[in-house]
Every structure is written in C-alpha cells, then in structure tokens.
C-alpha cells in the first residue's frame, strides 16, 4: 500500500492508504477541525525528516542535551527546562517540549 505524507493545519502524519483521496479522507476523519494543507506520495520504504526543518542545526543532539538537562536537575522539570534553555539558547515553549518529551520517555 502506498505511503502518503498528510499536512494538516497543526500535523504532519505518515498515511499508508490506497490513494491521495484515500489519505485526504484519512486526515478528515482523525482531525476533523484541521485543513489538509498538502498531501505527497512517499517511497513505501523511505521517511526522512529534515533536521533543518525542525530546528536542529549543527552537532546540537537535542534529546541528549534534554537528558543531560535532566539528569543535572535530578529530575526537576523546571530546573531542566531552565537548563536546556541555557544551553540550546532557544525559547521556553521550545525547551519545555524537548525536556516533557524526554521525561516521557522515561530519560
């Protein structure tokens, strides 16, 4: 089955169905409150993120640094979200996401 990359106004999800339509009706039912913004056929064995995309620029590993984070905070959330924006320069929304989503992941 073909794979289908789906842009809605606040996803991007990776579809296997049998055509655009099919992966356009995919996005309306799972988020019906979203636009579809784009829909592109992918390579069946084949996703590739672009790094740049996302923000990660340079040798900077963001789920590391997040560990790191939390591991000199013992744990803290707020202390680590204070040290990841220290470290990375980036915003508060940015280093709570990337320190929530490390501690979710059991870091």
Not at 20 to 34: G, L
Not at 71 to 95: F, I, N, P, S, W
Request: proline share 4%; with cysteine; hydrophobic share 40%.
């Amino acid at each position: 089955m073909p794979l289908f990359e789906v842009e809605t106004t606040s996803h991007i999800m990776i579809a296997c169905a049998e055509s655009e339509t099919a992966a356009r009706e995919f996005a309306s039912t799972n988020y019906p409150h979203e636009d579809v913004l784009r829909v592109t056929h992918r390579p069946r064995d084949a996703w590739v993120i672009s790094k740049n995309l996302l923000g990660i620029r340079g040798s900077l590993d963001p789920c590391s640094t997040a560990r790191d984070c939390l591991a000199h905070a013992r744990g803290d959330k707020l202390h680590a979200v204070r040290l990841y924006m220290k470290e990375t320069g980036c915003d508060l929304e940015q280093a709570r996401k990337a320190i929530e989503s490390n501690m979710a992941v059991g870091w």
